[in-house]
Nanobody, 122 residues
C-alpha cells in the first residue's frame, strides 16, 4: 500500500525559507508524477507545484512562481518543496500526492500524504 509522509513544516517569519520533504513507500516512485497541494483554514485545497516522472517538467501555481521550487530524488523516493520569501498567505497544511499523469487538480492524484503544517507569521 502506498504511503506518503511529509516533513519539514513549522513556524517561520515572513521572508524566511523552508524546505518540505515527502518520502514515498509502497509504490514505484519513479513511475509517478508528484505534486504539492495546500489547504488553508476555511479554504479549498489548491495546487502548489508538480513535477513529472522524469523531473523534466514542473508546474507551479501563479502565487508561488519564482518563490517555490519542486524537485525529486528518485534514489530516495523523495520529493521536495523549497519555499522562499514566505508570506502570511502561504500559511496552510501542505500535502504531497502521487499521480500517474501530472495535473493541477486533486482528481489527477491517486495517493496522498497526511500533510505538514506551515505557519508564516508577520
Amino acid at each position: 500500500q502506498a504511503h506518503l509522509v511529509e516533513s519539514g513544516g513549522g513556524l517561520v517569519q515572513a521572508g524566511d525559507s523552508l524546505k518540505l520533504s515527502c518520502v514515498a513507500s509502497g509504490l514505484t516512485f519513479a513511475r509517478f508524477s508528484m505534486g504539492w497541494f495546500r489547504q488553508a483554514p476555511g479554504k479549498e485545497r489548491e495546487f502548489v507545484a508538480g513535477v513529472t516522472q522524469t523531473g523534466t517538467i514542473t508546474k507551479y501555481a501563479e502565487s508561488v512562481k519564482g518563490r517555490f521550487s519542486i524537485s525529486r530524488d528518485d534514489a530516495k523516493n523523495t520529493v521536495y518543496l523549497q519555499m522562499s520569501s514566505l508570506r502570511a498567505e502561504d500559511t496552510a497544511v501542505y500535502s504531497c500526492a502521487a499521480a500517474g499523469l501530472l495535473g493541477i487538480t486533486p482528481d489527477f492524484f491517486d495517493y496522498w500524504g497526511q500533510g505538514t503544517k506551515v505557519t508564516v507569521s508577520t
